[in-house]
């Protein structure tokens, strides 16, 4: 079973953080999930929604400020850069980029990494957008790809193909153990998100289920 780490750790530290990335891997996670955005001043960061809201309830919507005003907000507001060098090279990141952020800027940071020695094997890219997941799969085909989608398997391998991959991740409450043996015996490699339970894992596993998304890693490790 391949466990993936939500957004580092995210239910046992900050998610998206460099504390979050650091406890996902004392957990021994197979590949570690970070969602992607891009700053006004073209920056990717890590962040799952659209804002930064501080304690006081003010929100600043990412690609309309500047990093520094964004950590004013946010002190551990973490560069896709600074997350590439906590992680090094010890496991693959899943940068997730979301819908609408622009895929050079993301680009523009991986290469950097791989021309500083980072191999392809080192990323992997996954969008429930198509679009952006083919603009970085055009930029850089040597990055594996997965197809984040929610609902549709008929859709997913669609993207699938289109992609020309073998890994989807879908979301966990649509999945039955008949999805799963089929999608299984089609020659993908399907993931679960968000997975914290072992046990429903490793009856799906059975069927077929390549990996999982999880919050809590530690509960599948021992």
Do not use: C
């Not at 466990?3 to 650091?22: D, K, V």
């Not at 930029?139 to 073998?166: D, F, K, M, Y």
């Amino acid at each position: 079973m391949n466990i993936i780490g939500q957004r580092g750790a995210g239910g046992l530290a900050p998610e998206n953080t460099i504390a979050s990335l650091i406890k996902a891997i004392e957990y021994g996670v197979d590949e570690i999930e970070i969602d992607v955005r891009v700053s006004q001043d073209g920056i990717p960061v890590l962040h799952y929604k659209p804002a930064v809201t501080d304690p006081s309830g003010t929100a600043l919507t990412i690609r309309h400020h500047r990093l520094d005003e964004l950590r004013l907000h946010k002190p551990d507001l973490t560069t896709l850069e600074e997350a590439i060098e906590a992680v090094g090279k010890r496991r693959p990141l899943i940068i997730d980029a979301k819908p609408g952020e622009p895929a050079d800027r993301i680009i523009a940071v991986v290469q950097q990494y791989l021309h500083k020695g980072w191999q392809p094997a080192d990323f992997r890219f996954a969008s429930f957008s198509q679009r952006t997941l083919l603009a970085l799969h055009s930029a850089v085909p040597e990055i594996q790809t997965i197809v984040n989608e929610q609902w549709s398997g008929v859709r997913a391998n669609l993207r699938a193909r289109q992609l020309n991959t073998r890994r989807i991740t879908m979301n966990q409450r649509w999945l039955w153990s008949g999805f799963i043996r089929a999608v299984s015996r089609g020659g993908y490699q399907l993931s679960a998100y968000v997975l914290d339970d072992p046990k429903k894992a490793q009856r799906w596993q059975r069927y077929g289920l390549y990996g999982v998304v999880t919050d809590y890693p530690d509960r599948f490790r021992h």
